[in-house]
């Protein structure tokens, strides 16, 4: 299938070039990523919150809560809004409530306005799930999987190292200070935003009503997109579970503190990588092929963590790096391959297939991080081990019945 046609500078260079500029795929990414970080920053900083605001633990951890929360409810609510209107004017005008809640975050005298603040924080990041249907809309057919693989990989790295930004930044000149520059590079990238990007054609006319009503309509009616989002959910209930657990677990095992476990992030960010040799693999061989290698990997870097009793304490943690970077890799290249499936399934209804495709997802990493805790404290690590295990494996399983549904 076609893109949606573009106004102006797009569609003429789509005509003419089977890649978009590294430039703007630069803007893209680096907008994706700045957009999607702003939900995890508070994480690192919540005890110097706590002392600062003058508010205990469990006040304080309302403040991730509600972030996530309005980011969930932007991408059901909001995210379907670019079939409907100019993703241009969208992107833009997210950008500025984004960079306004995060200076009002910075400036909160105390919990209340930062709760608040950080609640249209999470609304207004959803910047990043605009971003990313427009690159696949900008993009040629022939290299639309290298380029949604591309900014997916400044989306990834924006989770991946936000947490480790904010936690060096905020101890060494303050969590106000985090919030600051957040907001200035979001403004930084509103303007390059406004002058780099092309208008987009409207892809639909539907009210916001029969919008919001058509998202059940597209779920029942497209199996492909019922298949992503269960697989994509599913790798992504071992993901949240791992990394909900894994500082509990180094603090307990290893005596590690908060900063080493921030530290694993940087391994993780190795695994970002995967996205535009996804997207590659993807347009040469079929993102169907590029689906099962992920899921596969991603459920035997998860088992083979379960190998680290056999090793001393310090193959241990080596262990537990090299399966970070594997499941991270197998569990990116999934999505970058599900995003390529799902996008072609209907041009016009990019946003709103990338909003349930998404929803799948964030269920997923919810599921994960609860199951995670009561695992943990069941069964110990290697529980949470057996847990990831299963959930990759049930998604690979998810994906290869695709192939004996075919046959």
């Known amino acids: 299938m076609s893109s949606v046609p573009l106004t102006s500078a797009g569609a003429k260079h789509a005509a003419r070039h089977t890649e978009l500029p590294r430039s703007l795929v630069l803007l893209l990414a680096s907008g994706a990523g700045l957009a999607v970080a702003s939900i995890y920053y508070?994480?690192?900083?919540?005890?110097?919150?706590?002392?600062?605001?003058?508010?205990s633990a469990r006040d304080t951890g309302f403040v991730p809560t509600l972030t996530q929360l309005g980011y969930a409810l932007g991408i059901l609510l909001l995210a379907p809004l670019g079939d409907r209107f100019d993703r241009r004017l969208l992107i833009l005008l997210k950008s500025v409530l984004l960079a306004v809640a995060l200076l009002v975050s910075g400036l909160a005298p105390g919990l209340p306005a930062l709760l608040a603040a950080s609640l249209i924080v999470g609304l207004t990041a959803t910047m990043a799930q605009d971003i990313v249907p427009a690159a696949a809309t900008l993009a040629p057919e022939a290299s639309r999987g290298k380029t949604v693989g591309t900014v997916m990989t400044g989306l990834l790295l924006g989770i991946l190292l936000s947490r480790v930004a904010s936690g060096f930044i905020a101890e060494h000149w303050g969590w106000r200070t985090v919030y600051e520059l957040a907001a200035a590079s979001i403004v930084l990238f509103g303007l390059a935003a406004w002058r780099g990007l092309p208008r987009f054609q409207v892809a639909s006319h539907m009210s916001y009503a029969h919008l919001m009503?058509?998202?059940?309509?597209?779920?029942?009616?497209?199996?492909?997109?019922?298949?992503?989002?269960?697989?994509?959910?599913?790798?992504?209930?071992?993901?949240?579970?791992?990394?909900?657990?894994?500082?509990?677990?180094?603090?307990?095992?290893?005596?590690?503190?908060s900063e080493a476990a921030g530290a694993f992030g940087l391994a993780g960010a190795a695994g970002a990588l995967a996205a535009p040799l996804a997207g590659r693999l993807a347009d040469k061989r079929g993102?169907?092929?590029?689906?099962?290698?992920?899921?596969?990997?991603?459920?035997?870097?998860?088992?083979?963590?379960?190998?680290?009793?056999?090793?001393?304490?310090?193959?241990?943690?080596?262990?537990?790096?090299?399966?970070?970077?594997?499941?991270?890799?197998?569990?990116?290249?999934?999505?970058?391959?599900?995003?390529?499936?799902?996008?072609?399934?209907?041009?016009?209804?990019?946003?709103?297939?990338?909003?349930?495709?998404?929803?799948?997802?964030?269920?997923?990493?919810?599921?994960?991080?609860?199951?995670?805790?009561?695992?943990?404290?069941?069964?110990?690590?290697?529980?949470?081990?057996?847990?990831?295990?299963?959930?990759?494996?049930?998604?690979?399983?998810?994906?290869?019945?695709?192939?004996?549904?075919?046959?």
């Open 287 to 407: 993102p169907e092929l590029v689906t099962r290698l992920g899921a596969g990997l991603a459920m035997v870097s998860f088992a083979v963590m379960g190998l680290g009793v056999l090793l001393p304490g310090e193959a241990q943690i080596g262990l537990i790096v090299a399966a970070t970077v594997g499941f991270d890799f197998g569990i990116q290249a999934t999505l970058v391959a599900h995003q390529t499936l799902v996008y072609s399934l209907d041009p016009a209804a990019r946003s709103r297939l990338n909003a349930l495709l998404f929803t799948g997802m964030f269920i997923g990493m919810s599921a994960g991080a609860a199951l995670g805790s009561l695992v943990l404290a069941q069964w110990g690590w290697m529980g949470v081990v057996a847990l990831a295990t299963a959930a990759a494996g049930a998604s690979l399983a998810v994906r290869l019945s695709r192939r004996r549904g075919a046959r």
């Open 42 to 55: 508070s994480q690192p900083m919540l005890g110097v919150l706590s002392g600062d605001l003058g508010a």
């Open 213 to 257: 009503a058509s998202l059940a309509k597209l779920w029942t009616q497209h199996a492909e997109l019922r298949r992503a989002a269960w697989a994509q959910g599913l790798l992504s209930m071992g993901f949240s579970a791992f990394w909900s657990t894994l500082a509990v677990m180094l603090h307990s095992q290893y005596h590690m503190g």
